[in-house]
Nanobody, 121 residues
Framework: QVQLVESGGGLVQFGGSLRLSCASSGRTFSRYAMGWFRQAPGKEREFVAAISGSAHTTYYADSVKGRFTISRDNAKNTVYLQMNSLKPEDTAVYYC??????????????WGQGTQVTVSS
């Protein structure tokens, strides 16, 4: 069983930056592909970014490409989401997710509890 705990959310002004972290309890963290998702009020959860276990492959939603960067530190069992040039439409609860996979999957098995990101205009 993998437990994921997100942190780093908060209130930021338009154009600001935040870095989210997601710590995993898994012993073989490098074997898990990791993803970030978000859900805004009244909307469905949407994909944000993903990274393979080796960190060799990353993938982004078009809406965040060029502004967000996903990375991971396998020695610390942690995945990060650096968010720059934030916009009010980035306001959402952000979730990290994990799946035992050598490639970036379309579905994930484990989810964190989420962290709120609010961007004021």
């Amino acid at each position: 069983q993998v437990q994921l705990v997100e942190s780093g959310g908060g209130l930021v002004q338009f154009g600001g930056s935040l870095r989210l972290s997601c710590a995993s309890s898994g012993r073989t963290f490098s074997r898990y592909a990791m993803g970030w998702f978000r859900q805004a009020p009244g909307k469905e959860r949407e994909f944000v970014a993903a990274i393979s276990g080796s960190a060799h492959t990353t993938y982004y939603a078009d809406s965040v490409k060029g502004r967000f960067t996903i990375s991971r530190d396998n020695a610390k069992n942690t995945v990060y989401l650096q968010m720059n040039s934030l916009k009010p439409e980035d306001t959402a609860v952000y979730y990290c997710a994990a799946r035992w996979s050598t490639i970036i999957p379309s579905d994930y098995d484990y989810w964190g509890q989420g962290t709120q990101v609010t961007v004021s205009s």
